[in-house]
């Protein structure tokens, strides 16, 4: 059993930046896949980027590329998300998920997190 625990949240304005943390235990966190996904309110959960097990391969929506950054620290137990160059449509709460295949689709991650809030002001 893995429990993710995501931090780093906050409100920020137009053009700021926000690195969230998701730190793991309880598990072999360097065997899984990491996501990050985000739900605005009344919309469903919606993939952010994704990163491979050892770090070497990432994955972004194309909403994000260019401003968002993937990372693992896997002697950490921590995956990182950092945020760039935000929007108000980035306003979301931000979840990052484990699973043995990282894929776009929520129902691919067995183990998720509560998730962190941002808020993003124009």
């Known amino acids: 059993q893995v429990q993710l625990v995501e931090s780093g949240g906050g409100l920020v304005q137009t053009g700021g930046s926000l690195r969230l943390s998701c730190a793991a235990s309880g598990g072999t966190f360097g065997g899984y896949a990491m996501g990050w996904f985000r739900q605005a309110p009344g919309k469903e959960r919606d993939f952010v980027a994704v990163i491979n097990s050892s770090g070497g391969i990432t994955s972004y929506s194309a909403s994000v590329k260019g401003r968002f950054t993937i990372s693992r620290d896997n002697a950490k137990n921590t995956v990182y998300l950092q945020m760039n160059s935000l929007r108000p449509e980035d306003t979301a709460v931000y979840y990052c998920?484990?699973?043995?295949?990282?894929?776009?689709?929520?129902?691919?991650?067995?183990?998720w997190g509560q998730g962190t809030p941002v808020t993003v002001s124009s």
């Open positions: 998920a484990a699973g043995a295949i990282g894929t776009v689709y929520p129902r691919s991650y067995t183990y």
